[in-house]
């Protein structure tokens, strides 16, 4: 699973606002493949080379190029694709704010497991999963995660805002990634005593830690 990323022209707009929302969720591309979809901007090779080198310092990681032919496509470039599968990004968020509607809600329960694929991103504050992440899920949150069952996919805690008081605590730990404010560890960085235990980690410095709890 990726994201489709589609510039629109000018391009230099598209990127600065696209810069703003890596700015309010610090760490929500770490890691993940996306797709860049071409189809709305008529750019030369030099221009597409430069977009993708532009997006890979902010952290993107571009798999390859929807909308464009393959031979505008030159050596160094990722492949052209075509006919990819859409997938979708579940939004757990609020209707756009009116003078009467309730406050939105700071925490998120989620009372079913989080499957392999599905990708959970509530910016407002706290996930709490009753049930397990699979691999190859991703969970996103503005405040902490709490996961009551196994954690085996991706979680990012402290997206929004940059806040770095934000902890993960899981009753099982078999995370591919843990990332808090943009700090993060991998699957290989996990001490091997921490493996299949309930652990928590937080921020100490720019240093993401994990220990064991109980």
Not at 46 to 51: C, F, G, N, Y
């Amino acid at each position: 699973m990726a994201f489709v990323l589609s510039p629109e022209p000018p391009v230099a707009d598209w990127l600065a606002d696209l810069e703003i929302s890596i700015r309010s969720s610090a760490g929500f591309f770490l890691g993940r493949p996306a797709v860049l979809d071409l189809a709305s901007v008529n750019l030369s090779q030099s221009a597409i080379a430069h977009l993708v080198s532009e997006l890979e310092t902010r952290g993107i990681r571009i798999m390859g190029i929807e909308g464009v032919a393959a031979d505008q496509l030159g050596a160094g470039l990722p492949p052209a694709l075509k006919g990819g599968r859409a997938t979708t990004l579940e939004v757990a968020n609020t209707p756009s704010r009116k003078s009467t509607a309730a406050p939105e809600p700071t925490s998120l329960l989620l009372e079913e497991p989080v499957r392999s694929g599905q990708s959970i991103f509530f910016p407002n504050g706290d996930v709490t999963v009753l049930g397990s992440v699979a691999s190859g899920a991703e969970i996103v949150a503005g405040g902490s995660i709490h996961v009551y069952g196994t954690l085996r996919g991706r979680a990012l805690a402290g997206a929004s805002g940059g806040n770095r008081r934000a902890r993960i605590f899981c009753s099982r730990i078999e995370a591919e990634l843990l990332a808090i404010d943009g700090y993060y560890r991998t699957a290989d960085d996990l001490e091997a005593n921490l493996c299949a235990r309930p652990v928590q980690a937080w921020l100490d410095g720019e240093t993401l830690m994990i220990s064991a709890l109980g």
